[in-house]
């Protein structure tokens, strides 16, 4: 897909690899609508690609099909909808329902919520471009949060599904499956387990220099940390094993908090 003249979306476009998403789509021609629960933020970002700002907050359908109605009132149509948006909680089963329920109606619904709105109008033209930030956790797991690897999960199912239903009809479907971004949400270790990360940690830039080749040449799994493909591989071939050196990379990831 070229992205000149391109109607884009990016929820969570305020901060992090949302707002470098923005600041790409709009190098390269696009018309930007930044989304986010973050008014002050969204506008800045807005106000800086001579974007749209639309307060959004992606857990709730309504306001993601609003999102996606003024977008198309105000330009015709959405071509690229980037369902960025996302939230880290720490913890395992002892983890709080809210925060199970936060983490499934973000990481999860949210693209769910996307979908329902945006694919009509895509499936009428016969032509548009789903982005959906999913995570290597969604290939792979997350140390120290077990809402955070099961709703990844769930939402790189759910690309997989669309990529597999709609791709004859016209949609492109890409799953964004960073490792470490150099983001807040790394940077105050929201959920744990993941000082491993930091070392090997991306400009957000730099993620979404990926996402505009991935969307021009229309792939579906993106992966800015070539290794997660080798680790992915390792998981499939054996997965005891691959069980076994996470369960290292626990501990070593439990002695690094420690120091």
Wanted: hydrophobic share 45%; charged share 20%.
């Amino acid at each position: 897909m070229q992205i000149q003249n391109r109607v884009v979306v990016v929820t969570g476009g305020a901060n992090g690899i949302g707002q470098a998403l923005c600041r790409a789509f709009a190098a390269e021609g696009a018309k930007v609508v930044v989304a986010d629960i973050d008014e002050q933020n969204a506008k800045r970002v807005a106000a800086e690609v001579k974007g749209t700002p639309v307060v959004t907050n992606v857990a709730r359908e309504s306001e993601v099909k609003r999102l996606v109605d003024e977008t198309t009132q105000k330009f015709g149509q959405v071509d690229i909808f980037c369902s960025n948006a996302g939230v880290g909680v720490q913890g395992g089963p002892e983890a709080s329902d809210n925060h199970w329920q936060r983490s499934w109606d973000v990481n999860m619904m949210a693209h769910v919520y996307a979908a329902r709105a945006v694919l009509p109008q895509m499936l009428a033209r016969k032509e548009g471009y789903l982005v959906q930030t999913v995570s290597a956790a969604g290939l792979l797991t997350q140390i120290g949060s077990a809402p955070y690897s099961v709703t990844k999960h769930a939402a790189m199912s759910f690309a997989e599904w669309l990529a597999i239903t709609y791709g004859d009809q016209g949609i492109r479907v890409s799953a964004l499956c960073p490792q470490g971004v150099k983001t807040e949400m790394l940077r105050k270790a929201e959920f744990g387990g993941g000082a491993f990360l930091l070392e090997g940690a991306l400009e957000p830039e730099q993620v979404a220099a990926e996402v505009i080749k991935a969307v021009t040449e229309e792939h579906f799994l993106i992966l800015p940390h070539p290794e997660v493909a080798k680790y992915f591989q390792n998981k499939a071939n054996d997965y005891e094993r691959w069980l076994r050196g996470m369960r290292k990379l626990q501990a070593k990831s439990a002695m690094l908090v420690g120091e």
